[in-house]
C-alpha cells in the first residue's frame, strides 16, 4: 500500500457514536461544506473520516489544519475502495458515506440514532433527500423506498447514498463490502445485496441530507452509463424484458408509499456563497421530476 500520511483527529460530539466516510478527490470547495454539515450535528457524537486521494489541489494542506477530522492522504483505486478503507477505520456503531458534493441537514444524525435506538432489530436505515444545484437551489424532492430484490435488480436504486445509514454489524457479521471492482455504481450492487440478503431496513420518512448536482457528478459520467449499461446487459434476458413492468411496479410502490407528497417546506444549507453559515432555502412549489434522475 502507498505511503499513508495521517492526520490527527479529535472528537467533538456527544451521544450515539456515527462514522461517517467521505471519499475525496481534488474537490476542496465541495469538502468544505460537505465538512461542515457533519461538524454542526447536534445529539450525537461523530468520527468523521475522510479518505483523500492525494488531491493536487489543497485538499491535503487543508486537512491538515482540520482537528476534528481523522482525515487519511493516500492513493485508492477509486472512490469505493476509499470508502472501504474509511469504514475499516472506523469505530463509530452506525456507519455512512457522504461525498463531497453532499450534505447531512441540521439534526439529521438525531433522527436517525433515534430511529436506531427504538428499533433494535433494524440493520439499515434509509431517509429522504433533496437535490439541489450549484448555489444550494432546490431541484427535486427524493422520497425513497426500501431496496427489493427484484426492483433493485432489474430497474434502479431507491435509495440516496447521501441517506443511507448501517450498523457496524452489516459490515461485521454480514461481510458487506462495497465491490471496489465498480468505479460509478458499487452503491446499487450493495444494496441489491442487501435486498437478496433480506436484512431489516427501516424508512426515516424524513429528509436528512441534500445531493448537490455539480455538472460533474460521478453518476453522470460516461463511463457510470457504460457500466450501468454493461450492468444491466448481464442480467438474463428474461429478467431483462421485464424492465418494462419493474419500472410500474416501482413507481406504484412510490405512490402508494406517499412518495410523490409534498407541502411547501424550507431547508438549510451550507453554500460556496455562506461556508460560514447555514442558508435558508423555502421551496414554494415543491416537484419530484428531474431528469436523469429516478
Known sequence: MPRTTRIPFQVVLDGMKFSIVTPSYNMLEWLKLCVASVRDQEGVEVEHIVQDACS?????????????????????????DAINRGIERSSGEILAYLNCDEQYLPGALAKVAEAFEARPEVD?????????????????????VCPSSYLTRVHTMPVGPCATFFRRRVVEEQGLRFDSRYKAMADKVWAQEMADRRLKM????????????????????????????????????????????????????KWRSGCYRQNPFSYRIYTRENQGARKEVKVGRPTFRLARFC
Open 56 to 80: 493536487p489541489d489543497g485538499t491535503p494542506e487543508w486537512l491538515a489544519g482540520q482537528k476534528h477530522l481523522r482525515a487519511y492522504v493516500e492513493k485508492d483505486e477509486g472512490m469505493y
Open 124 to 144: 439499515v436505515v434509509f431517509g429522504d433527500f433533496i437535490v439541489v444545484d450549484e448555489k444550494g437551489e432546490f431541484r427535486a424532492c427524493r422520497k425513497v
Open 202 to 253: 427501516h424508512l426515516l420518512r424524513s429528509y436528512t441530507s441534500t445531493f448537490a448536482t455539480t455538472g460533474t457528478n460521478l453518476a453522470y459520467s460516461d463511463a457510470s452509463q457504460k457500466e450501468m449499461a454493461e450492468y444491466y446487459q448481464a442480467i438474463p434476458l428474461t429478467l431483462r424484458m421485464t424492465r418494462p413492468l419493474a419500472k410500474v411496479l416501482f413507481r406504484l410502490r
